[in-house]
Nanobody, 126 residues
Framework: QVQLLESGGGLVQAGGSLRLSCTAS????????IGWFRQAPGKEREFVGV????????DYSESVSGRFSISRDDVKKMVYLQMNSLKPEDTAVYFC???????????????????WGQGTQVTVSS
């Protein structure tokens, strides 16, 4: 079993930055891709970005590409989502998730992830 815990959310003004952390406990995550998703009120959960198991491949949604970046520290069992130039439309609950498949390059699909954190709220004011 793997438990994931997101932290670092909060309230920030438009144009500001936040860094979210995803801390894993239980089994190691180093052989799995870690994805970030978000869900705004009344909307479906959507893909934000993913980092591959090797850490060498990242993929981002078009809405955050160039503003967000993902990194991982497998020794600490942590994955980070750096969010810059935040916009009010980035307001959502942000989730991290571990891929189902080992040695995965990552996926944009919710169904490709087996374990999820509880989420952390990010609110961007205009």
């Amino acid at each position: 079993q793997v438990q994931l815990l997101e932290s670092g959310g909060g309230l920030v003004q438009a144009g500001g930055s936040l860094r979210l952390s995803c801390t894993a406990s239980g089994r190691p995550i180093n052989d799995y891709a870690i994805g970030w998703f978000r869900q705004a009120p009344g909307k479906e959960r959507e893909f934000v970005g993913v980092i591959s198991s090797s850490g060498t491949i990242t993929d981002y949604s078009e809405s955050v590409s160039g503003r967000f970046s993902i990194s991982r520290d497998d020794v600490k069992k942590m994955v980070y989502l750096q969010m810059n130039s935040l916009k009010p439309e980035d307001t959502a609950v942000y989730f991290c998730a571990r891929s189902q498949n080992i040695w995965s390059p990552g996926s944009r699909l919710v169904a490709a992830y087996a374990y999820w954190g509880q989420g952390t709220q990010v609110t961007v004011s205009s």
